[in-house]
């Protein structure tokens, strides 16, 4: 019996599309992921120019706005983690019935986690190394939310949970 491929694998790859415009309904702020909110720096009221920034970095050199958008970016992340660590500590129990500080070694971690980024991002010589910018405490502010919005969403998602097995018993 000879060996057949299926159709599609004789036919040449399709073209990529790709997407010029945000996902969302409201622009980049709504699109799943939606960093690009924290893409948006301002210097001195001027926007970051795409076109001016991606010419410099063909050349090799990054510009302040661009370094600071990618160290909010992974401020962003970092704040999202903590988040998620608080929320992961339990299936269907309230983050408020075990406690907050009750996981010592997950505080510790959080706490080297914290000012591991810090070092990144404020430290001169690894600055250097890994392309960050200080951030300004305007920005920082940006990502307060972060964390309780992660831990939020999970613990409503646990609540609901809650609520459905109640209601089955």
């Known amino acids: 019996m000879p060996n057949r491929l299926p159709v599609s694998m004789s036919l040449p790859p399709r073209k990529l599309r790709v997407r010029t415009r945000p996902v969302g309904p409201e622009g980049p702020s709504t699109s799943p992921g939606g960093p690009s909110a924290l893409l948006r720096v301002h210097h001195g009221g001027r926007r970051w120019s795409h076109d001016r920034d ?26 999202c983690q903590i988040g998620t660590a608080f929320a992961a500590r339990t299936d269907r129990a309230a983050l408020r019935s075990i406690g907050l ?11 080297f986690e914290l000012v591991f980024a810090a ?6 010589p690894l600055r250097a190394v890994f392309g960050t910018a ?11 939310p972060f ?20 209601r089955s018993r």
Request: aromatic share 10%.
């Open 101 to 111: 500080f009750s996981n010592r070694p997950l505080l510790a971690g959080i706490a």
């Open 119 to 124: 070092a990144l991002i404020y430290l001169p």
């Open 54 to 79: 991606d010419r410099r970095r063909r050349r090799g050199r990054r510009t302040h706005a661009y370094q600071q958008a990618t160290t909010m970016t992974f401020a962003g992340i970092v704040a």
């Open 134 to 144: 200080a951030l300004h405490p305007a920005q920082l502010a940006v990502l307060l």
């Open 147 to 166: 964390p309780l919005l992660v831990w939020g969403a999970d613990e409503w998602y646990r609540a609901h949970g809650r609520r459905v097995t109640a």
